[in-house]
């Protein structure tokens, strides 16, 4: 009953391996932060103003779609590398990579991330930075909440870790790098490596 309801050929390494791509991800934000704005930009406050420091003025607008781009090539690898990852454990498994609880866990996971995505573009727009950080860890731990009805139970945990780094970020406005490697960087490699222990070898 629980292989016909359940989607089990999610990848631990592929969790493992988004986890290490965020952390590079959020090396080199780090750097298009602080390495390439002037030395009077290193002291960013990021105070959810359109004025605060890093991307105040025009001048900015191109460290603000580098940053853009950096999150999307994780979010592409990590996405591809989950779906190749998965795609050889199920034909490895015999077991069916699309089907009903496959199309179930896209759409409850899609839903609140493509909700989450559109909103953070609009905080970005209207130059409301400091959300950016804690919105995405809060979005992505309600999707992997609702995707967890439909694969591993452990999925839940990782999403509420998620929802509740990312309130912490919101009290915490200026280091929203910092709990976004965390979140996205560090829990996915302990998670992908529980995953990889109990479900993969």
């Not at 969790?15 to 930009?41: E, F, R």
């Not at 592409?76 to 199309?103: E, M, N």
């Not at 967890?148 to 309130?167: A, E, M, R």
């Amino acid at each position: 009953m629980e292989r016909s309801s359940k989607f089990i050929s999610l990848s631990g390494l592929s969790g493992i391996l988004a986890g290490v791509y965020a952390l590079i991800g959020a090396a080199l934000a780090y750097h298009v932060i602080y390495d390439h704005t002037p030395v009077t930009g290193r002291g960013y406050v990021d105070n959810g103003t359109q004025s605060s420091g890093l991307f105040f003025g025009s001048s900015y607008r191109l460290l603000e779609w580098e940053l853009i781009a950096i999150a999307f090539v994780v979010l592409l690898l990590s996405v591809l590398t989950g779906i190749i990852l998965s795609y050889r454990k199920a034909k490895r498994k015999g077991q069916p990579i699309w089907g009903k609880t496959s199309k179930s866990l896209l759409f409850y996971m899609a839903t609140p991330l493509v909700t989450g995505g559109l909103l953070i573009l609009i905080f970005i727009y209207r130059g409301h930075y400091s959300i950016v950080a804690p919105a995405s860890l809060i979005f992505y731990g309600l999707s992997l909440v609702g995707a967890s009805n439909f694969t591993f139970t452990d999925v839940k945990y990782l999403g509420l870790c998620d929802i509740i780094l990312g309130l912490v970020t919101a009290c915490l406005p200026g280091y929203g790098l910092l709990f976004w490697a965390i979140g996205f960087g560090g829990l996915h490699i302990v998670y992908g490596s529980i995953m990889y222990l109990k479900y993969d070898r």
